[in-house]
């Protein structure tokens, strides 16, 4: 799997060995509410075909390592309180200066499998890969016909006990890739990983064990696996009354900005206030339903139809500025990574979106464009990664315009219990951590659109104001709402003039500034030069595919 040919010393001395600590592990703020019975969700266990896997949280410290002049290194962990009956794949592996806050999988072979090659084998030995002081990093040498998952690691030089892992059946496996850098120095790379093929219909599990590297090839080159569910049902996942209850401990506070004046709204109440939906040759609207049922169904976005602001003015600046006590958040429910977390996609819609302000951080500069960002139709989200194995929240997804990240838990501002708090930037709704001010551009240099957040007295408790509009593995258990069938613009194509716009402020700046600014403009959003009509959340790559990062 790995492709190692021999064993590398730190022979340049660039690793030093710490005493190692007692790991800190991180809790949620509150403790996690007996979940609705039903199904496999939550039981601690998940059927992935031929395997049965479990996910183990409990870790003994072996050594810590820090390169010389750097202020974290890496400490390697041994998985404790594996259930009875079930192996280890690997040890775990993560920053030295961060609570411990990861996981390991283990397996065991699944009741009433029959199959001519069992799924797990012990490895025929281990060969070293690396080592230093007091870590040695082995890997364990497979059978013909299966996979290595993880690798060993030890304190001194004698070979560990091939009881410590099992390796898996080649076709119950699946590429996976590097993921976040733990280590990086010239002889030794370690990295988590994550699967090449993600989102709602991929079927990879990472097994959240470390891969390791002294060779210099690219790291889109290197042989790495996860598990594969080849169980079609998603047992794990969990049902309507399981959904609600995840959402009523997990809904988090959306906080909008003091200054905001494009609020949200309920997208019947931007319906019922004179939206209007246009065809291309004909010059006017028509009125759209509460319901949405005029709206043409399911097909592509095509450019025949959009939709718009009422036409009288008066209506215009009313439904521009939306209507808080109207809005909810609409609920997506999807399966992750093979079937073994859930995600629960949270949209929100505002029927305005707002001009940018451009900043230069360094002259203390702000500029206030006058119609450059502003588009009808906007919708933003952010999702809750759940894991199924216990219904603990993992991870949140802040959307963020044209991309966006995951934080983990660990790093999540919580408002009350394990609820999180999420900050609607002024004008553009994008989502974020923390209270702030976020530049898209370069936040080096201090140079690009400006995001503000904060708490004020206008937000939405996701947790009571919400409706489940898609869970497609439940098979026709929601209902899907007539408006979210609708693939075409939810707003007409404007059209800005922001890069000559943005050339006369340039032509106005030192010269420094100025070759910067040119430099990066054209990492700066679409926004500023145009903006087609933002399509629905069915529209969006992350309905069926996973989170852009």
């Known amino acids: 799997m790995f492709g190692f040919e021999c064993c590398c010393s730190d022979k340049d001395g660039e690793l030093y060995n710490l005493l190692p600590e007692e790991p800190k592990p991180f809790f949620l703020p509150a403790p996690l509410p007996q979940w609705p019975q039903g199904q496999g969700f939550a039981t601690g266990r998940i059927n992935l075909g031929e395997l049965e896997v479990a996910m183990v949280k409990d870790f003994e410290v072996i ?6 002049k750097s202020k974290t290194g890496v400490t390697f962990y041994k998985p404790l309180s594996i259930p009875d009956g079930f192996v280890a794949f690997g040890h775990y592996g993560q920053l030295t200066n961060q609570q411990l806050r990861g996981y390991v999988l283990v397996a065991q072979a699944a009741l009433n499998t029959e199959t001519e090659s069992p799924p797990l084998k012990l490895p025929l030995g281990y060969k070293l890969i690396w080592s230093s002081t007091n870590v040695y990093v082995w890997q364990p040498v497979q059978p013909d016909g299966y996979r290595a998952l993880g690798f060993v690691v030890t304190l001194d030089e004698t070979e560990p006990d091939v009881e410590q892992v099992r390796c898996v059946r080649d076709d119950l496996t699946e590429n996976c890739q590097v993921d976040d850098v733990i280590l990086s120095t010239s002889s030794f790379r370690v990295w988590n990983t994550k699967a090449c093929k993600t989102g709602m219909f991929c079927k990879g599990v990472t097994i959240g064990t470390f891969f390791c590297s002294t060779d210099s090839v690219s790291s889109d080159k290197l042989d790495i696996c996860c598990l594969r569910n080849v169980n079609p049902d998603l047992e794990a996942m969990p049902n309507l009354e399981q959904i609600d209850a995840l959402i009523d401990h997990y809904g988090p506070t959306v906080y909008f900005h003091p200054d905001e004046v494009y609020l949200p709204s309920s997208v019947p ?3 019922e206030n004179g939206a209007l939906l246009f065809r291309k040759g004909k010059s006017d609207g028509r009125r759209i339903d509460s ?15 959009w939709m718009d602001l009422p036409e009288d003015d008066n209506d215009d600046t009313l439904v521009k500025h939306g209507n808080l006590d109207s809005a909810e958040l609409y609920v997506h429910v999807k399966p992750a990574l093979g079937g073994t977390f859930t995600d629960i996609v949270m949209w929100i819609f505002c029927p305005f979106n707002g001009s ?3 900043t230069f951080e360094l002259l203390n500069l702000n500029i206030e464009m006058d119609k450059v960002g502003e588009h009808v139709g906007d919708w933003e989200h952010f999702t809750l990664r759940i894991s199924n194995y216990n ?10 315009h044209s991309g966006g990240e995951w934080v983990d838990a660990s790093n999540i501002e919580f408002i009350e219990g394990n609820k999180p708090i999420v900050y609607s930037s002024k004008h553009g709704h994008a989502s974020f951590p923390n209270a702030g001010t976020y530049i898209q551009g370069s936040s080096k240099f201090g140079i690009g659109v400006k995001n503000d957040v904060d708490k004020s007295e206008r937000f939405i408790d996701a947790s009571k104001r919400y409706q489940i509009i898609a869970a497609e593995y439940l098979n026709g258990v929601v209902a899907e709402p007539d408006w979210l069938q609708y693939m075409r613009e939810w707003g007409p194509t404007v059209l800005y003039d922001g890069r000559s716009e943005l050339e006369k402020i340039i032509s106005h700046l030192p010269f420094f500034i100025r070759l910067t600014v040119e430099t990066l403009i054209d990492l700066f959003p679409v926004e500023l030069y145009g903006e087609e009509g933002p399509t629905g959340p069915k529209e969006k790559d992350n309905w069926y595919g996973d989170e852009r990062c």
């Open 269 to 271: 109440w931007f319906f």
């Open 63 to 68: 050594s810590t390592y820090t390169p010389k």
């Open 356 to 358: 940018i302000t451009f």
């Open 391 to 400: 219904g603990e929240l993992w991870s949140v997804y802040f959307s963020e």
């Open 291 to 305: 319901g949405g049922s005029i709206l043409p169904q399911g097909g592509k976005n095509d450019g025949e139809f």
